[in-house]
């Protein structure tokens, strides 16, 4: 919503207000001010009267005027084709800087002198409302030949862009804007006299027109007829419909949006001749239900959709004819619940009518009229045909108590009274501390004891609330999602802190692509119903495909190391959400420098293993056939975390690494509830030395370490605490044989480990691997 | 005699003490042959050339150990020397990953309304008409229920447009007195420079009984906690409209980039709106049953708080795992 401060004092007596305090107030009021742009045409830019105007001798296209510009007569060579004598102009006299820096000097143009230049508006700054030079009229107000266009509140004003809430349908008008300020200053609107005075002269619109209605259908519904000659737009209006970036086709349309704007009042113009009946029967307007269940105005066609649109047939045109301008209004709740019911394509005033346009049809209709009579020489019929509602204002009740409490501070109850009055509230029939309120039909939105407390707030100003502590209850209130969010805040350190970085990507993925890798994606139909675009048209299943297109861009970036993290949901065909952690390692272990000579080796799955342990603790890899295609089929375990299958780990299978254009590249995926968030305990540790052994055993390649594993551990002795790999050796003379070197950890609780204890320990250990899988020391 | 005592502060390494050393005062070193010598002296002398002995051996041994001390402090300094880097080569070389800036300023608003007391619930994306829409005052007409803003499933369900449903659903499951926040991922079907699909909302709320909850209260706990947030702001409460509170308000903060001054982040208005609030609308409490409470509600969006905070330009960026953005957070 596009005000100026000279069309809202055209409503409202503003004058000694100044803009930024209007600005504040308009804010605080919960009217948010979007954007001021101030405008003022530049000095030496004058009124003036063109007295005479000759064609030029030397060239058809520019005409020789002379212009009184108060002080004296000048010669201005003039271009426009819309320049006569006797019109009002704009005269940028000799020294006047243009907005767009050129300086008014005396030039000579094709022989003859021209000392200054008729504007067009968009010459001085205005928006382009009018083809050719300004022609100016009374519209503007009271000026004098060679005053300054700056002196004239038009030329010089501000535009104010409100951006309104959708509740607040009442103020889509200046009238409405003023009606709260009105409020906010505690002064009167201006009165604008809507009488008619020639009423009893006048022709009655009964004589031409009839309104029928089948059945009640919520609408408010006033005619007017004119016989329509000779509409002329003064330059404000154009002015500020050029201001409010609308345009409209013809005169008549131009100056009911005018009317509407500055009114709220919703209205129309018919040509009269699409109702008229036969021969001399009078003109016939039925209101019917149509098809859709809509209120339309009909005659042997719809002519139009109450508060919705308008059929092109039925438009009057400025030719002289006669014409029917009908005010409406329909409740926006009405409106509004059929058009989710039944969406029908609507015009622009719908957007008013669903928010609520002005109930009060002779505010808009009225002013309507007045204009009609100044600007045309259109004889109007008397009196008006109308279909009202019946109607009685809501009635709110609110004792002073409540909206004290609500608040949280006490307000003066006089104070309230004087508000709710100022908003067109009647409180007459309230009685002690308790508040009986009758809402005008114009505020819609307010129903209840909060609505009206809200009108308060926003007029007494919330900055005028002082702050107040909330008391409460103490009470332990950590729940399970505040211990969850811990243990993510957990991991995600301990991932950044291990180098990888945290990244979040949309929990939408493209179907066609997790399709091609294996994924099951959401069911058909369980799928959206909407995507926003064909990229995302599937709930992700896996973290996996957003870190391998982020790993992607960065490799593109000139990153020749990625690391990544994510922690997020995913989805199952069922949609089913659950939440996930992925790493993805790609490219190079590190940074070049002075540590790898500049020549980083590229990540392996030991380092990526090791890296990982570092971030989840412990686990350990059983190897795995995944069901998707994502994963090399050789370099891919699963990972186990205290028994419970916990996710996969594996290399990029390398034609997928090839397709998202990576380098080497590991990744891994962990349902987030296996990881352990508990509280560890300390076991007892022994106090004596503990003792080392490395065996250094043939095996056959193809002989998994789980294997081996498995035999020691079940001939493993009290005293052997742990043993792991450390080498991994092979040459041709090994054969198909790998030399494993294994070290084993022994200590005791109860003594120092004596050479024998250790050797009988070792020894069941070999026999076991002898007998169970045939290996000895190499 | 003298000779030896220049030997000695001549002496060029400690080695080379150690020789002197050994030749003064080893088994056949001088001072041992002085002493032989000595018995075959007569009686009368043998007491001051005993006395002159001894002042000598003391008198060396003293210059033996300076020499000995200057000696290692030099070798000491010559082999550090030899050591010597340059530290200029060196600087930062950092490993270490970061946390995204979303997630980061998220962790710090649920630590702020946890250390005030207030419960943390998540909930689920996918989410049913009722709790995201009609129990939130949202009727089936309104405006903000368009196709256009809601991801919906075939099904009829829907992504959540914010974490609301979250506090429904704890409405529904527990009783007032309730204090609580929602954090999480919400969804809209908008996308371009400043709307992704997806994005972060902290809500908040508070239910007590009637009469007790307040707007001051409200004011209170926000304007403590947009300091907390973005140290010293100025804080300005504007009314507005949301379906599910009433008074609502949005809320300001002065510009944090040009201080209130004017710049193009806030549009020239000195001002960025960062949150939304209200007293909860009695349509919220009648669609999960309660009676006789009352409570307020407010909500943010995560993304702006981290783009205001950490000066990030580009919504986007934020959604592409981007390193160049990431590293900037080590």
Redesign the interface.
């Known amino acids: 919503m596009i005000i100026t401060r000279s069309w809202l004092n055209e409503w409202i007596d503003l004058s000694d207000i100044s803009t930024d305090d209007l600005v504040k107030t308009l804010?605080?009021?919960?009217l948010?001010?979007?954007?001021v742009h101030s405008y003022s045409v530049p000095g030496k830019i004058i009124f003036g009267r063109v007295l005479e105007c000759e064609k030029h001798p030397d060239a058809d296209k520019l005409n020789v005027c002379k212009v009184d510009i108060g002080t004296s007569v000048r010669q201005i060579v003039c271009g426009a084709s819309n320049v006569r004598a006797g019109l009002d102009v704009v005269v940028a006299t000799i020294g006047a800087v243009m907005p767009n820096g050129i300086v008014i000097k005396p030039v000579k143009l094709r022989g003859v002198e021209s000392e200054g230049m008729i504007c067009s508006a968009k010459e001085i700054g205005l928006e382009d409302c009018q083809s050719g030079i300004i022609e100016l009229d009374s519209s503007v107000g009271n000026y004098t030949l060679g005053q300054e266009l700056s002196e004239n509140p038009i030329f010089s004003d501000d535009l104010i862009e409100i951006e309104l809430?959708?509740?607040?349908g009442d103020c889509l008008s200046i009238r409405g804007i003023a009606r709260d300020l009105s409020a906010a200053y505690d002064r009167s609107l201006k009165e604008i006299n809507l009488e008619d005075t020639h009423e009893d002269k006048r022709i009655g619109i009964g004589r031409i027109l009839s309104l029928s209605y089948e059945k009640d259908l919520n609408v408010n519904l006033r005619y007017k007829a004119v016989d329509l000659k000779n509409l002329d737009l003064p330059f404000v209006l154009k002015l500020r419909l050029a201001q409010i970036e609308e345009k409209r086709d013809t005169n008549i349309e131009s100056l009911l949006l005018y009317v509407t704007q500055s009114t709220g009042v919703v209205l129309r113009a018919y040509n009269y001749s699409f109702f008229a009946g036969e021969e001399d029967s009078i003109a016939k307007i039925e209101l019917i239900e149509d098809e859709n269940g809509y209120a339309c105005v009909h005659a042997k066609e719809k002519a139009s959709t109450v508060g919705i649109n308008q059929e092109e047939a039925s438009k009057a045109t400025d030719e002289e004819a006669t014409i029917l301008i009908e005010a409406s209004y329909i409740p926006p709740?009405i409106i509004?619940?059929q058009?989710?019911v039944c969406k029908i394509p609507s015009g622009p005033m719908y957007y008013r009518t669903?928010r609520g346009s002005e109930p009060e049809l002779n505010q808009g209709l009225g002013f309507c009229l007045k204009l009609v009579e100044k600007y045309s020489a259109s004889s109007i019929y008397g009196g008006n045909i109308e279909l009202c509602d019946a109607y009685e204002n809501k009635v709110v009740s609110v004792s002073k108590?409540?909206i004290d409490?609500?608040?949280?501070?006490v307000i003066d109850k006089a104070k309230i009274t004087k508000i709710l009055k100022n908003l067109g509230f009647n409180t007459s029939k309230s009685q002690a501390d308790n508040f009986v309120i009758s809402v005008p039909r114009f505020r819609h939105?307010i129903v209840?004891?909060?609505?009206i407390?809200?009108e308060i707030?926003?007029l007494v100003g919330?900055?005028n609330?002082?702050?107040?502590?909330?008391v409460?209850?103490?009470?332990n209130?950590?729940?399970d999602?505040?211990f969850?969010?811990k243990k993510r805040?957990l991991y995600?350190?301990k991932?950044?802190?291990?180098?990888?970085?945290?990244?979040?990507?949309?929990?939408?993925d493209e179907k066609k692509t997790l399709n091609h890798y294996g994924f099951e994606t959401t069911k058909?139909?369980?799928?959206?119903?909407?995507?926003?675009?064909n990229t995302?048209d599937t709930l992700r299943p896996t973290l996996l495909t957003?870190?391998l297109?982020?790993?992607s861009?960065?490799k593109n970036?000139g990153?020749a190391s990625?690391?990544?993290?994510?922690v997020g949901?995913v989805?199952s065909p069922l949609?089913e959400?659950s939440l996930k952690m992925a790493f993805v390692w790609s490219g190079e272990k590190?940074?070049e420098?002075?540590?790898n000579g500049g020549k980083p080796s590229k990540i392996d799955f030991a380092t990526f293993v090791q890296t990982l342990s570092n971030v989840i603790g412990g686990f350990e890899l059983t190897q795995h056939t995944p069901t998707h295609k994502l994963a090399h089929p050789y370099q891919c375990a699963q990972v186990m975390i205290n028994g419970v299958a916990a996710g996969e780990l594996f290399r990029i299978h390398p034609e997928v690494e090839e397709a998202y254009g990576i380098d080497v590249t590991y990744v891994c995926e962990l349902d987030f509830t296996i990881l352990p968030f508990t509280l560890k305990t300390a076991k007892q540790y022994s106090k004596y030395q503990a003792s080392y052994r490395d065996l250094s055993l043939l095996v056959p390649k193809s002989m998994s370490y789980s294997e081996l594993k498995a035999v020691i551990d079940a001939n493993k002795s009290e005293e052997l605490i742990r043993f792991y790999p450390v080498d991994r050796y092979s040459d041709k003379s090994l054969g198909e044989n790998v030399s494993l070197s294994l070290r084993f950890v022994l200590q005791s609780n109860d003594k120092t480990l004596e050479e024998e204890d250790i050797t009988s320990s070792i020894d069941k250990i070999l026999d076991g691997l002898k007998l169970n899988l045939g290996i000895g020391l190499r | 005699m003298k000779e030896w005592y220049n030997a000695i502060n001549q002496a060029q390494s400690v080695e080379q003490l150690e020789e002197i050393r050994i030749a003064v005062f080893g088994k056949k070193g001088i001072l041992a042959d002085e002493f032989a010598k000595m018995k075959s002296a007569p009686d009368e002398e043998k007491a001051q050339i005993a006395k002159d002995l001894n002042t000598h051996k003391a008198n060396l041994t003293h210059e033996l150990m300076q020499r000995k001390i200057v000696l290692q402090t030099l070798e000491l300094e010559a082999k550090m020397k030899a050591e010597a880097i340059d530290v200029t080569?060196?600087g930062s070389?950092c490993?270490?990953?970061?946390?995204?800036p979303?997630?980061e300023t998220m962790?710090r608003i649920?630590e702020y309304f946890?250390s005030m007391?207030?419960?943390?619930?998540?909930g689920?994306?996918?989410e049913d008409d009722f709790n995201n829409f009609e129990a939130l005052n949202l009727p089936?007409?309104?405006?903000?229920?368009d196709?256009q803003d809601t991801?919906?499933?075939?099904?009829e369900?829907l992504l959540r447009t914010h974490t609301s449903p979250v506090q429904i659903r704890t409405m529904m499951q527990t009783k007032p007195?309730i204090?609580?926040i929602a954090?999480g991922?919400v969804f809209r079907?908008?996308?371009d420079i400043t709307h992704?699909?997806?994005f972060h909302q902290v809500e908040g709320l508070?239910v007590?009984e009637e009469?007790?909850?307040?707007?001051?209260?409200l004011?209170?706990?926000l304007?403590d906690f947009l300091k907390y947030m973005f140290g010293d702001v100025e804080v300005?409460?504007?009314?507005?409209?949301f379906p599910f509170t009433?008074?609502?308000?949005?809320v300001d903060i002065s510009c944090v980039f040009c201080k209130g001054h004017g710049c193009r982040v806030c549009?020239k208005?000195g001002w960025l709106e960062v949150l939304g609030c209200g007293?909860v609308?009695?349509n919220v409490f009648k669609a999960v049953k309660y009676k006789n409470v009352?409570g307020y509600a407010f909500g943010l969006g995560v993304e702006r708080f981290a783009m205001l905070i950490h000066q990030i330009g580009d919504l986007r960026s934020?959604?592409?795992?981007?390193?160049?953005l990431?590293?900037q957070f080590q």
């Open positions: 804010n605080s009021i919960g948010e001010v979007d954007r809430t959708a509740n607040r709740d509004s619940k058009m989710s669903s108590k409540e409490e609500i608040i949280g501070a939105d209840n004891k909060q609505d407390v809200e707030v926003r919330i900055d609330i002082p702050s107040k502590p909330f409460l209850k103490e009470e209130r950590l729940k999602d505040y969850l969010f805040s995600r350190h991932g950044a802190n291990n180098g990888f970085f945290e990244s979040v990507h949309f929990v939408f058909e139909e369980l799928e959206l119903l909407n995507p926003i675009v995302l957003g870190l297109k982020a790993t861009n960065n970036n990153y990625v690391k990544l993290f994510e949901s989805f949609r959400e590190e940074k420098s002075l540590l | 080569l060196y070389n490993e270490a990953g970061a946390l995204h979303v997630m962790d649920i946890a007391n207030f419960s943390v619930y998540t689920t994306m996918v089936k007409y309104h405006p903000a229920r196709m991801f919906y499933f075939k099904d369900m007195p204090r609580m954090p991922a079907r908008d996308y992704t699909p997806m508070l007590d009469g007790k909850v307040s707007f001051a209260n004011k209170f706990i304007e300005r409460f504007r009314p507005s409209f009433e008074p609502s308000a949005e549009s208005t007293i609308d009695p009352s934020l959604f592409e795992g981007d390193i160049k990431l590293e």
